[in-house]
């Protein structure tokens, strides 16, 4: 069972937003800013797509955005494209001095 | 270019070691912190351990700590993971990657994997 909490699918159509979650606890997400979101296409290394809750990497597309509110972050994708057809996963900082990874969640574009 | 290589995996019994390479090219090794991620057959991502830009500080996670042993060699540019006391739920894929911290799961490049099986 992961530390980080996503659900386990979500979908779109092609030019909608959708927004994917995870939920920790206080003893990270809840305090912590170093949280990250990650993309993986099948058969493909992960690759990162926001760090420290918010920031976006050099070269990754604005239309991928991060947020926190409480012990919950989020990862919002605007204006859908088949290629964001993928798998998303959260990581975070814990207070134990690890890091976890939320247990992922598929994304449809229908 | 960045580039993280992984080498090492294989088939491997239950109770034996294996030892993970990482070779990096394309950055200044030693000013970051190296990590080892796996990804069992179907799964998601897990953190397994991560060591510091000089060796000072090593994080590992719950399920490996005690059985396994991250190092790395600055002057080779490498990262190792010494895994003993293998087990069939080590089975994965096993990832090196790159973060500014030891702390910040801020991970901007990856290798494709070298693949563990533990197996009878």
């Known amino acids: 069972q992961s530390a980080l909490t996503q659900p386990a699918s979500v979908s779109g159509s092609p030019g909608q937003s959708i927004t994917i979650s995870c939920t920790g606890t206080?003893?990270?997400?809840?305090?912590?800013?170093?949280v990250s979101w990650y993309q993986q296409h099948p058969g493909k290394a992960p690759k990162l797509l926001i760090y420290?809750?918010?920031n976006r990497p050099s070269g990754i597309s604005n239309r991928f955005s991060g947020s926190k509110s409480g012990n919950t972050a989020s990862l919002t994708i605007s204006g859908l494209q088949a290629d964001d057809e993928a798998d998303y996963y959260c990581?975070?900082?814990?207070?134990?001095?690890?890091?976890?990874f939320g247990g992922g969640t598929k994304l449809t574009v229908l | 270019e960045v580039q993280l290589v992984e080498s090492g995996g294989g088939l491997v019994q239950p109770g034996r070691s294996l030892r993970l390479s990482c070779a990096a090219s394309?950055?200044?090794?030693?000013?970051?912190?190296m990590h080892w991620v796996r990804q069992a057959p179907g799964k998601g991502l897990e953190w397994v351990s991560g060591?510091?830009?000089?060796?000072?500080?090593?994080a590992y996670a719950d399920s490996v700590r005690g059985r396994f042993t991250i190092s790395r060699d600055n002057g080779q540019s490498s990262v190792y993971l010494q895994m003993n006391s293998l087990r069939s739920e080590d089975t994965a894929l096993y990832y090196c990657?790159?973060?500014?911290?030891?702390?910040?799961?801020?991970?901007?490049?990856w290798g494709q994997g070298t693949l563990v099986t533990v197996s009878s």
């Open positions: 990657a790159k973060g500014p911290g030891l702390y910040q799961p801020r991970f901007d490049h």
């Open positions: 394309g950055f200044t090794f030693d000013d970051y912190a």
């Open positions: 060591i510091s830009w000089n060796s000072a500080d090593i």
């Open positions: 206080s003893s990270d997400v809840g305090t912590y800013t170093y």
């Open positions: 420290d809750v918010r």
């Open positions: 990581g975070s900082f814990r207070n134990t001095k690890t890091l976890s």
